[in-house]
């Protein structure tokens, strides 16, 4: 994703969401307290996904989706208390820390719920895209703060950042869901010698985890060799 692609729609969202700011301002909201809300909203998403395994039907996927609207709805949160911070000027170098600690939270609250989803209904292959996914993740906001720690600017490097991955496990939660209901419940696509269908659609969630799990890795790596050539001029 390019930087002018990613400014450009930050300028957007931010076009539609400051009039809210300039409310939350006056109303005296702090950040903090939307970022709290952010984690919540997290967990609920957490918990949609684990309600979807224990009473959900297996094919129906309809809890994905719940989940996954969720989720964008907290990536919102993410974007608004930072927003917030900036316009009514309360950030404070406590509150970006507060921020880092509960957005890492956040993510593995929403990890925790793909994961049990994906194990409950056997898709234990998925469900191991999601754990690298995750590992990827947390590593990618590791390998930034260490490195900004010793001095070493990573905010620009690598493609899978926290908007990136938020968008991507929402907007796929929410298709899987609705191609369920356009393709049937019952559809996928086999091939004799796989052990599992080739295609499902649980498949329109999974897939991008795996790219994910693939892009967020390559991303921490890159970072680390990116860090690696600043700290040893």
């Known amino acids: 994703m390019s930087e002018d692609w990613k400014i450009r729609g930050q300028k957007w969202v931010y076009s539609i969401i400051d009039p809210a ?49 969720t989720i964008l709805f907290a990536g919102l ?11 009514g000027k309360m950030d404070s170098r406590y509150g ?77 939660g929410i298709l899987c869901s609705v191609m369920a209901d356009i393709l049937g419940h019952e559809f996928k696509v086999t091939v004799d010698w796989l052990p599992f269908p080739l295609i499902e659609n649980i498949t329109f969630f999974t897939f991008p985890l795996f790219i994910l799990a693939v892009l967020a890795n390559i991303t921490a790596i890159n970072r680390l060799f990116h860090a690696r050539k600043l700290l040893e001029l």
């Open 77 to 87: 949160m993410d974007m608004v208390d930072g927003r917030l911070a900036r316009v």
């Open 96 to 172: 970006a820390l507060f921020d880092s600690v509960l957005d890492r939270y956040s993510e593995l609250f929403m990890f925790l719920g793909i994961c049990y989803y994906l194990i409950y209904y056997q898709y234990f292959l998925s469900s191991i895209f999601a754990f690298f996914a995750m590992i990827g993740s947390v590593m990618v906001s590791y390998t930034r703060a260490r490195a900004e720690g010793l001095g070493v600017k990573m905010s620009d490097v690598g493609l899978m950042q926290r908007p990136e991955r938020i968008l991507l496990i929402g907007i796929s």
């Open 21 to 69: 700011i300039q409310f939350l301002v006056k109303s005296g909201v702090h950040p903090n307290h939307i970022t709290l809300a952010g984690l919540v909203i997290n967990i609920i998403a957490s918990c949609l996904l684990i309600y979807g395994a224990e009473y959900g039907e297996r094919y129906e996927h309809n809890y994905v989706g719940w989940a996954g609207i």
